[in-house]
């Protein structure tokens, strides 16, 4: 066994078993859009102590300052000695006050009882809180979803489902144990809840194994539309939770209820609903007729495969603008660490204003390949083409 510690928790690992492995059993968040497979270079963590060799992988993945620095990442790296561990800051929650004010109707609910509309999105859970007799939303709480430790979309989570026994429980507990921090920080009782998501969110909530969306035909266990009690799937809800019905494996219950709520089910023109999320959905709808269909969106707005990509992480450039020169601002006014999606789409949009690169992406200067938003982050030509 070597001891690795991360902040004031020490914990006990088999030697060489992997670091990911290890701070994921422990329920340690580290982002691994990849899933763990070595491609996206963004697990990084700062070991001292026993510090391991660097990899091949890490060394075209890691800067040179990083891997002297002893920046590891951690599905590349086994726990061979004691290690100290230290963590970016990832920002998980944000809150708003009162929100919404709804015209009081004759709803059944009694004065004073709390409900919750929870989105459990692929990269943010979302839980709103209303006061149901008056349908006043009340507040606000999100955070990253932390089954992105299992990678950063839904096909990588249903690999990691069939790679590593106990991934579909441990994903369902995440979501279930942040659903319920949420409510205990609100600290009143919860009365019933509506829980939507993609189709994939849905099976990991409810522990229904999602291995057939993944490969042809295409199909999952559920399609929901079903009533559970709050206790079914350890929620602290004292009443009952419905999942909406899903419209197939790739087009959510996220995307029904958005069709019910704007009431596209009665649209008199054509509208196009659209969402953009980690996976992009989109629904054509007149009459009583909708198409829908869906892709692949968001991973890249939220650092896949992007050099110096990061989540909403204190220190991810989060706006840049020209102004006689390349300006940005940071999350949390912190030294850049990296680039988040709304500080990709600026500087993108920098690089065509200044001619850098035309509105196609292609670099207009062939001996330049590298864009610097700042002295060490850049957004360079694989990066956009
Ligand atoms: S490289 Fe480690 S999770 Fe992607």
């Known amino acids: 066994m070597v001891e690795i510690q991360v902040g004031s928790m020490k914990i006990q690992a088999d030697k060489g078993k992997n670091l ?3 701070l994921r059993d422990n329920g340690i968040f580290v982002d691994a859009p990849c899933g763990g497979t070595g491609h996206c270079g963004k697990c990084k963590v700062k070991i001292a102590g026993e510090i391991p060799p660097v990899t091949e992988t890490e060394q075209a993945l890691l800067t040179r300052s990083e891997i002297v620095s002893g920046t590891r990442l951690a599905c590349l790296t086994d726990c ?26 004759d709803n059944g609910f009694c004065p004073g009882e709390t409900g919750i509309a929870v989105d459990i999105g692929t990269t943010t859970l979302a839980v709103y809180f209303y006061e149901l007799k008056s ?30 026994q106990d991934a579909l429980r441990k994903m369902g507990d995440s979501i279930v144990s942040q659903i319920n921090g949420y409510i205990r920080e609100y600290g009143k009782k919860i009365a019933s809840a509506v829980i939507v998501g993609n189709t994939t969110m849905l099976h990991l909530l409810t522990g229904l194994d999602p291995s057939g969306i993944a490969k042809a035909p295409y199909l999952g266990q559920s399609l929901f539309g079903v009533m559970y009690a709050g206790h079914q799937l350890g929620l602290q809800v004292d009443g009952e939770v419905y999942l909406p019905p899903c419209i197939s494996s790739y087009v959510g219950a996220d995307i029904t209820a958005g069709l019910i709520a704007m009431n596209l089910d009665r649209s008199k023109e054509h509208v196009f609903y659209i969402d953009i999320g980690t996976n992009g959905e989109m629904a054509l709808c007149k009459g009583n007729t909708i198409f829908c269909c869906s892709v692949a969106a968001g991973p890249a707005f939220e650092g896949a495969k992007i050099k110096f990509g990061t989540g909403s992480v204190a220190g991810a450039i989060n706006r840049v603008w020209y102004d006689g ?24 949009a920098v690089m065509v204003e200044t001619g850098i690169v035309d509105e196609t992406g292609r670099f207009m200067d062939d001996q330049s390949d590298e864009f610097f938003v700042s002295e060490s982050i850049s957004i360079t030509r694989q990066d956009i083409r």
């Open 20 to 22: 990911l492995s290890v």
């Open 325 to 348: 020169g390349v300006k940005y601002t940071t999350i949390d006014d912190a030294p850049p660490v990296g680039i988040c999606g709304s500080g990709l789409i600026d500087a993108v």
């Open 80 to 105: 061979t000695g004691t290690m100290r561990i230290m963590l970016p800051e990832y920002k998980t929650v944000s809150k708003a006050g009162f929100l919404e004010t709804a015209q009081e109707i």
């Open 135 to 164: 349908g006043n939303m009340t507040d606000v709480r999100s955070g990253l979803n932390l089954q992105r430790r299992y990678g950063a979309d839904v096909i990588s989570r249903i690999s990691a489902c069939e790679a590593e």
